[in-house]
């Protein structure tokens, strides 16, 4: 894509790669609030309704970062790797809730998961569909989490049967979800064009 | 003019802008939606935090057409902004904390409800704080999570690394601790009044924050 030597908001780093802008392609519908940083040479793909919220910062560093459909990520999350340490594409599926302050090296992300405040998906990591890692959480690296885990307390792990036997539940979860974007995209002002 | 200015400038050089009203706030602090977040003063705002004051309640268009009569739109209001005690006031919020108004569905809508905290509260390194209220005289360890719409009464005490789940009501004087949190205890009688516990220890958790305040540069 773009190739151009725009002026990147990346500080001068050590890393071999020039600042070159990363090239991006944002779906018309998604909103990138000020303050977002997206870094690194790799691609990175963000689908409709997406919502990064400010301070959010995606490092294409790796590989690709690609976001799925209605997808939010709050402040201070963190999405990829830094310079030199570690490869792979990062997948995050549609309707996925990225709460505050996460670190996501995960090569997948499963639709209809959340990822709440401070928990931290290790490189390689597969979280299923549906999924729930609760505040505080480590999912190690390489591990795979099946559709409907959820991780809480001190690392447990349970799957959600209400959430897998009733269809309802989770078109409801998706609703929701729907609303939020709705709500952000009223709230926060979009700066996508930056990244164009 | 510019002179008498520019030196009033210089003397501001340091790491925290103060306002009139006492508050200290980091240059290296994230604020978003700054008219929406109310600072009752002597309140410390430290480096790295965010407070998301752009997540307001919008005000909606009524049924009829006309727009609907909105209170004023505060997302985060710290101290007691609105009582008329001048005095007993300092909050501390420390580095790298989130303040996030929570959300939730009303009337088919996601709406942000705001955030009210009392005085002499300290919020500890790294926590994050999307509760509905905190009272006052709470003291909050260091990588807390206050999950959406928990309510704090008066003078608990949070210990760190706590998850409070959603909704939970922490009733007056109580000690949370745990992933889930629970109340493991009451803080007891004399919580916040210290006789100075050693030597330059001029406050006291759940007391008066003011020295502390103070000291902070």
């Known amino acids: 894509m773009a190739s151009t030597s725009a002026p990147a908001k990346k500080p001068a780093s050590s890393s071999t790669v020039p600042a070159i802008k990363t090239p991006c392609r944002i779906h018309s519908t998604a909103v990138i609030a000020d303050k977002v940083q997206i870094t690194g040479p790799h691609a990175v793909e963000i689908g409709e309704n997406a919502v990064l919220q400010p301070h959010v910062k995606l490092r294409a560093e790796g590989g690709k970062i690609i976001i799925g459909k209605n997808t939010t990520v709050a402040e201070k999350a963190i999405i990829g790797f830094a310079a030199g340490q570690g490869e792979g594409d990062i997948v995050i599926g549609d309707y996925v809730h990225i709460d ?92 996508a064009s930056k990244w164009l | 003019m510019s002179r008498p200015a520019a030196a009033a400038r210089r003397t501001h050089k340091g790491e925290y802008i103060e306002t009139d009203t006492g508050n200290k706030i980091s240059r290296k602090s994230h604020i978003d939606g700054k008219q929406h977040i109310m600072l009752g003063g002597r309140t410390v705002v430290m480096a790295g935090v965010q407070m998301r004051g752009d997540l307001c309640r919008v005000a909606e268009k009524s049924s009829d057409g006309g727009a609907e009569k909105e209170g004023p739109t505060t997302a985060i209001a710290v101290g007691s902004v609105d009582v008329e005690i001048m005095v007993q006031r300092g909050t501390i919020i420390s580095t790298n904390s989130v303040l996030r108004p929570p959300m939730r569905l009303s009337r088919g809508q996601m709406t942000c409800y705001p955030m009210r905290m009392g005085d002499n509260i300290f919020i500890g390194p790294g926590s994050h704080i999307s509760a509905a209220s905190i009272s006052s005289h709470v003291y909050i360890g260091a990588n ?52 100075g516990g050693g030597e330059g220890e001029e406050w006291v958790e759940g007391g008066d924050l003011r020295p502390l305040v103070r000291s902070i540069k």
């Open chain 1, 100 to 191: 505050a302050g996460t670190r996501i090296e995960a090569s997948r992300i499963g639709d209809g998961s959340s990822i709440e405040v401070n928990s931290v998906i290790g490189k390689g990591a597969v979280v299923g569909k549906d999924c729930k890692v609760t505040a505080l959480n480590v999912v190690n690296e390489g591990e795979e989490l099946p559709d409907f885990t959820v991780v809480f307390c001190d690392g447990q792990r349970r799957i959600d049967q209400t959430m897998k036997d009733h269809a309802e539940i989770r078109t409801a979860k998706r609703l929701g979800q729907e609303r939020t974007v709705a709500l952000l995209q009223r709230l926060i002002p979009n700066v």
């Open chain 2, 144 to 195: 807390c999570v206050l999950s959406p719409f928990c309510v704090i009464k008066e003078s608990c005490k949070i210990l760190p690394n706590t998850v409070v789940p959603p909704h939970m009501i922490v009733p007056p004087g109580s000690i949370v601790a745990g992933r889930p949190g629970r109340i493991i205890g009451e803080v007891g009688d004399g919580w916040g009044q210290g006789g």
